[in-house]
């Protein structure tokens, strides 16, 4: 056989279903555990839930168990003669511990043993009546002498406070006397016990409640549970039972409040008598309180569980009260014993869907559902009689014992049937909360409940079951029709569309989405005929929510076509508005209020729209109608519009307003280019064909002032002068006309036009400061002739005379004058004319006189500069090599600079291009060539040695002018070479190693 802990330990893992059920279920009687998503096995093939299994654990000889506890795996055994056997499975599973019980009274023995949910605390009622308290590790026990006078007989422990501070806690302990006391035990006074100011057992102790009235009664059972938590108050329930009354309080308590905790709850108006309590008849013999909880994660939302040992039989329920009504105990039931008084129970455990009831030779398994025993198991009495049940809460395991001998219960799936038993009671909801993920039950579940809902005339709720279920759809849809249940049908192919989109199966949706429509639109097409607009608006406010439903939107946005041609086939107007405005499908829109001639709507939405190729789309249309407007909206709209764009939208407009001033083109025209500043050509063009087809000169002119500004400053063109000009004189605009003949340089065309209708305009154009003198005077001329010819005004030819600036002067006039006219009239200007005449030719003496001394001085210099000499000492060197200067061909420098020939070359040459260098190498070659001429083996004549002489004189003053034109050290060559390094590159490496010779 296994050891102890390797049999605790797998029974624990294959059973702690039993005590500790997945957080995830949850029940209102307390939630199952949840099994793996397999098919479930026939009932024949199942291993039975509970099923019995000793320990390896012997009983030390001579040594009988009268008692027996287990929590949060500590097991603590009290033998007849007063030990106590304790083994701690969490920290020490391999060892026993013995400890001697030590009384005050001879021959005392243990009656019961009361341990705390974490096994920190433990107390021992006496059979004497004293109580003895132990710590978890202490091996010393310490008297509570607090309970001198009284017979402890029930514990009631705050599970809630302890499981999640694991600190002391107020507790109730119920006594043979019927009283209820409240404490706070200190888990380490056990271990100061015999030190001097040991502490106390207890922190502080209050009597909370008593029972006795009008004679004591003996408490067997205390429960405390925490419904629910608000702020810092808990709802607390209490529950104490007797042998024959399950006394229930209930009370709202401060966490932050001073102790004792639990006193609120007991008080009760003393002048009424206690009605807080069930009463069961009889005189059991055996009475005991069995209770469960739900796993500490679960505790908001699981009940707990109590099972009621009573003569009448087993009283179990839920506890309930978190709600805003008084219930405590709900779904009580009762399961009556037989009146067999022969075999009686002797105590019980209760699980979360079943309670174990003991015998004095066997155990029987209740199941709380069925309200049925579904187990026998016998006991043999090789071991000895059967003690007791306990259960360990905080781990949910079960233990049977009997005096040599320990059992433990290993549970197995323990809510594996629930669900048929909620389904046998018609409890679908319940039976569906236990499938265990099991698809095909809980597609059974749903199909049973579907079909009676449809028999309750349920015929929604059926709906939204049979879409959950695996029932075909077809079938079920087709029900519904039969049935003329459209309501249902509704909701049954919304629920289908929602399971569709999770596997993108359009076709499907499509089709769901479609029929849908028609069915709205039925509806509201007959509520529409009717007085019930209760119901219509209804009706629309759902058809609405299909509209904008997540679930169909890209159904909606692939066929969109097919159900807007729906909708108007229905005449739903509003609803196609609103639907394709929640498609944010503008054109749609555009298009429905143009064919309507709704401007105003179409207006409204182009301007608050953001795509920019709409408004180039519709504004040709919406031109003719509502101008201004729309011209409103490009304005409001122009940092997203491109201008050449509308220019189709523009040239469409014809309407009544074009010969006005507020022509609305010219209105958003002038902002493109006045505010906007576009350059584009088309744009200014088509403004000006627009002015000229108003004949409105002033803003023209305008126009062109600006225009020609910008121009010039952005060196484009702006607008086509040519074509321009062509419009101006076709339009009669002369003005604007003169303005162009000016900007195109046609001065004189434009002056002879200025002439025709403004004579100071054409002086003005003569008088440009910009004009050569040529074209001045020959303007000025055009506007002479003009003024003699045509006007006959001869003071007024002489006044141009002094306007132009002496420009012309009288003798050019004069041939335009008519013959007849007398001197007399013009004797002022032929004057004037010939005293400038005189000024002038003496101003022309004046500069020959000073031209002819310049041009002395400058021959003196020459010859001065011919005659001068330097002087070179004998002793002088060379600046470059520092040699005698005299010892070969020199060159000598105004600056003093003085050089061999050779040394010059060498000075000059790296600062030479190649071609250079090489045209001064063949310079040299030649003069050599020469020198060397007369040779003896050559006979030449006097006047061919002279030819030869004067070619070599030549060369070598072409090769002096190349390369002595200028000091090598004091001109530009210097300075250019400024930049250069100290060494060449071809000449570092030779002078870094010569450096550290």
């Known amino acids: 056989m296994a050891s102890l802990l390797e049999q605790y330990e797998q029974a624990t893992a294959s059973s702690v279903s039993s005590g500790r059920p997945d957080s995830s279920v949850r029940a209102k009687t307390g939630g199952g555990t949840r099994a793996k998503t397999t098919d479930q096995a026939a009932p024949s093939q199942q291993s039975p839930i509970f099923s019995k299994t000793r320990v390896d654990f012997q009983i030390p000889n001579g040594k009988t168990v009268y008692r027996m506890a287990v929590s949060d795996r500590l097991i603590v055994m009290a033998m007849k003669d007063n030990t106590l056997l304790r083994i701690d499975l969490r920290n020490s599973p391999d060892q026993t511990e013995m400890l001697e019980i030590k009384s005050g009274s001879a021959g005392d023995g243990v009656e019961e043993i009361f341990l705390d949910p974490l096994g920190k605390t433990m107390l021992l009622a006496m059979r004497s009546g004293e109580c003895l308290f132990y710590g978890r590790s202490s091996k010393k026990s310490k008297s509570v002498t607090r309970l001198k006078t009284h017979i402890l007989s029930a514990v009631g422990w705050n599970y809630d406070s302890t499981a999640a501070h694991g600190s002391p806690t107020p507790i109730l302990l119920g006594t043979a006397q019927g009283v209820v006391f409240e404490t706070e035990l200190n888990p380490n006074a056990a271990d100061s016990s015999g030190v001097f100011m040991a502490s106390s057992v207890d922190v502080y102790w209050k009597q909370v409640c008593s029972l006795a009235q009008p004679e004591p009664v003996l408490i067997k059972g205390i429960f405390i549970d925490r419904l629910r938590k608000t702020g810092d108050r808990n709802t607390y329930v209490v529950l104490i039972a007797t042998p024959t009354r399950l006394y229930h309080f209930k009370g709202a308590l401060s966490t932050s409040s001073d102790p004792p905790l639990f006193v609120d709850i007991f008080q009760l108006d003393p002048e009424k008598p206690m009605t807080n309590f069930l009463e069961l008849p009889g005189n059991p013999r055996h009475c005991c309180l069995a209770t469960w909880r739900p796993p500490l994660s679960d505790v908001d939302g699981v009940s707990s569980a109590f099972a009621w040992l009573t003569e009448p039989g087993v009283y179990y329920a839920d506890v309930g009260g978190g709600g805003s009504d008084d219930t405590i105990l709900l779904n009580p039931q009762l399961y009556a014993f037989p009146k067999d008084k022969a075999n009686r129970p002797v105590s019980l455990v209760s699980t979360e869907f079943h309670v174990l009831i003991q015998y004095p030779t066997f155990v029987r398994v209740l199941s709380k559902l069925a309200s049925q025993i579904i187990m026998e198991d016998m006991v043999t009495d090789r071991y000895g009689k059967l003690m007791g049940i306990c259960r360990d809460t905080s781990t949910g395991a079960v233990w049977l014992y009997s005096e040599t001998a320990v059992y433990r219960y290993k549970i197995t799936d323990e809510s594996r049937d629930v669900w048929r038993i909620y389904l046998d009671k018609g409890d679908f909801d319940s039976a569906l909360r236990f499938t265990q993920g099991n698809a095909a039950t809980t597609n059974l579940i749903r199909l049973l409940k579907a079909e009676n809902c449809i028999q309750k005339s349920q015929f929604e709720q059926a709906a939204e079951i049979y879409a959950a279920s695996d029932a075909p759809f077809e079938e079920v849809a087709l029900k519904f029709s039969r049935l003329g249940q459209e309501n249902a049908l509704k909701i049954l192919l919304m629920k289908k569309a929602e399971a569709l989109r999770a596997t993108q199966s359009l076709p499907q949706l499509f089709m769901i989405a479609s029929w849908l429509m028609e069915i709205f639109l039925n509806s509201l097409g007959h509520l529409k005929n009717t007085t019930d607009s209760t119901a219509y608006k209804s009706v629309l406010l759902e058809f609405r929510t299909f509209l904008t439903s997540p679930v169909f939107l890209e159904t909606f946005q692939s066929a969109s076509d097919v159900f807007f041609s729906l909708l108007l086939s229905h005449s739903a107007h509003d609803d196609y508005v609103f639907f394709a405005a929640y498609l944010n499908d503008v054109k749609r829109l555009l298009d429905f209020h143009l064919e309507r001639n709704n401007f105003r709507d179409v207006l409204r939405l182009l301007a608050v729209q953001g795509n920019a190729d709409l408004i180039y789309e519709f504004s040709p249309r919406l031109m003719r109608h509502v101008p201004g407007q729309l011209v409103d909206v490009w304005i409001s709209k122009s940092k997203s519009l491109n201008p050449h764009r509308l220019l189709p939208s523009l040239q469409k407009y014809d309407g009544p307003e074009l010969e006005s001033e507020a022509n609305q083109v010219v209105r958003y025209l002038e902002h493109c280019i006045h505010v906007l500043a576009f350059t584009d050509t088309a744009l200014h063009n088509y403004l000006v064909t627009l002015y000229c087809k108003l004949r409105n000169e002033d803003a023209l002119q305008a126009y062109l002032l600006n225009a ?115 001197i007399d009239d013009f004797k002022e200007a032929i004057c004037a004319s010939l005293e400038d005449y005189n000024r002038h030719i003496g101003t022309l003496k004046g500069e020959v006189d000073d031209a002819t001394a310049e041009a002395q001085d400058l021959r003196s210099e020459i010859q001065d500069y011919r005659s001068q000499c330097l002087y070179i000492n004998t002793t002088d060197v060379c600046t470059v090599c520092k040699q005698p200067l005299l010892t070969s061909q020199i060159y000598v420098f105004p600056c003093k600079h003085h050089l061999h020939e050779d040394c010059l070359l060498n000075t000059l040459r790296p600062h030479l291009a190649s071609s250079k260098r090489l045209h001064i190498e063949d310079l040299k070659k030649q003069v050599e060539l020469l020198k060397n001429h007369d040779d003896v083996n050559s006979v030449q004549s006097f006047g061919s040695a002279t030819q030869s002489l004067s070619r070599r004189d030549a060369v070598k003053q072409e090769l002096e002018e190349t390369i002595a034109s200028e000091c090598p050290f004091c001109g530009l060559l210097m300075i250019k070479s400024i930049d250069l390094p100290f060494l060449l590159p071809e000449d570092y490496e030779n002078s870094i190693a010569t450096s550290w010779l």
């Open 708 to 822: 020609d500004e910008e121009s010039s400053r952005r060196s484009i063109e702006l607008y086509d002068q040519k074509s321009a000009l062509r419009l101006c004189v076709e339009s009669g605009l002369n003005r604007a006309a003169v303005h162009l003949y000016c900007a195109l340089g046609l001065h004189s065309e434009a002056v002879e036009l200025a002439l025709q209708f403004d004579l100071t305009l054409a002086k003005q154009i003569a008088a440009a400061s910009e004009l050569e003198e040529s074209l001045s005077r020959k303007l000025w001329l055009t506007i002479a002739q003009h003024v003699i010819h045509d006007d006959r005004d001869i003071s007024k030819a002489t006044e141009i005379l002094h306007e132009s600036g002496s420009v012309i002067k009288i003798e050019d006039i004069l041939p335009f004058f008519p013959d007849f006219v007398t």
